[in-house]
């Protein structure tokens, strides 16, 4: 099973940019479909956007739609969330997650994804 490390978090104002990373081990990446979710304090985990095993296609929430890109690089086992224009809402923890199915096809939600790193810390400030 894959393990996932995210880096990269830390404390923005409102209207900076800031990429997180997920590294991942354990596994051959290129097999995985990949995503991002995210939780605020006193809220429920959420989706933020899926990458399908190659790259080829993506998949972003309403919110992060125009603001946020996930890409990824299969050559050194690394997921990216580069995230600009950031707000005060987006303050949580991100996750990296994985999963051997690509969930557009049924919906991205956090209960599509089977394996999930420890998360990384994103404030920011008003």
């Known amino acids: 099973q894959v393990q996932l490390v995210e880096s990269g978090g830390g404390l923005v104002q409102a209207g900076d940019s800031l990429r997180v990373s997920c590294a991942a081990s354990g596994g051959t990446f290129s097999n995985y479909a990949m995503g991002w979710l995210r939780q605020a304090p006193g809220k429920e985990r959420e989706f933020v956007a899926a990458i399908s095993w190659s790259g080829g296609s993506t998949d972003l929430a309403e919110f992060a739609q125009g603001r946020f890109t996930i890409s990824r690089d299969n050559a050194r086992n690394m997921l990216y969330l580069q995230m600009n224009n950031l707000k005060p809402e987006d303050t949580a923890v991100y996750y990296c997650?994985?999963?051997?199915?690509?969930?557009?096809?049924?919906?991205?939600?956090?209960?599509?994804?089977?394996?999930w790193g420890q998360g990384t810390q994103v404030t920011v400030s008003s």
């Open positions: 997650a994985a999963d051997p199915d690509y969930c557009s096809a049924i919906g991205c939600s956090p209960e599509a994804f089977s394996s």
